[in-house]
């Protein structure tokens, strides 16, 4: 069964300070890699995804996130950030089992990013 | 362009009561996904519907809980017999396709209180 696993609970910034969220992930066939952002009392939406090429892969709002196959590591970075990211941010994986994917999300704990003036 | 709608947005049930939660994906998707969100605790998959059939149900309580998604109207999440254990928020997500690639739009979520 694949497992994702989020390093940080909580990741306190200044503003405009680069931020980096950790995310590792194990399982015994391919994955997609996700990140979501779940601003208070909402639902998930969408920051970036990796589902194949280019390792590096960016997203909305200046994120990006290089997926790193031999650490099983797909970490999340902005290089500037705002107040307005202060959220709680999820790393997502689904088995790309070919014919037979779906879109079953397994998540990691979260990570609650605040950004401080 | 509607989203994906779920009500109510918040709902309170005393022990034993039930809870119906209520999720319409996105104009043109028939596939549908439930996840629960308890306190301290990440989103956890709970079951995965096409229209009319359940694909898999391999996150879902094995009593008391049921899902559906009829031909017409949304897809109902069915929690009989409430316990307090199942104050949570819960969402639903839909997609175009079943493909694992393929983007899932995310509700607002229920957040379910048991009293």
């Known amino acids: 069964a694949q497992s994702v696993t989020q390093l940080d609970s909580q990741v306190p910034v200044f503003e405009e300070a680069p931020v980096e969220l950790r995310c590792n992930y194990s399982?015994?066939?391919?994955?997609?890699l996700f990140w979501y952002v779940q601003y208070p009392n909402q639902g998930l939406q969408l920051l970036l995804k990796y589902l194949s090429g280019s390792t590096l892969v960016k997203g909305i709002n200046g994120f990006e996130a290089e997926f790193n196959k031999s650490q099983t590591s797909f970490h999340l970075r902005k290089p500037s950030v705002h107040i307005s990211d202060t959220a709680e941010y999820f790393c997502a994986v689904i088995l790309n089992a070919g014919g037979t994917s779906y879109g079953k999300l397994t998540f990691g704990q979260g990570t609650i990013l605040t950004v401080h003036p | 362009n509607a989203g994906v709608m779920q009500n109510p947005r918040h709902l309170v049930r005393r022990r034993g009561q039930e809870a119906r939660l209520r999720c319409s994906p996105v104009k043109g998707h028939s596939h549908v996904y439930w996840y629960r969100q308890l306190p301290e605790e990440g989103l956890k998959f709970m079951v995965y519907?096409?229209?009319?059939?359940?694909?898999?149900e391999s996150g879902m309580p094995k009593e008391r809980f049921s899902a559906e998604f009829p031909k017409e109207g949304p897809s109902i999440l069915r929690i009989q017999q409430v316990v307090r254990g199942d104050s949570a928020a819960y969402f639903c997500a839909s997609s175009e396709s079943s493909g694992g690639h393929n983007e899932q739009f995310f509700g607002p979520g229920t957040r379910l209180t048991v009293l």
């Open positions: 399982s015994s066939v391919s994955v997609y």
């Open positions: 519907l096409q229209k009319e059939n359940i694909i898999d």
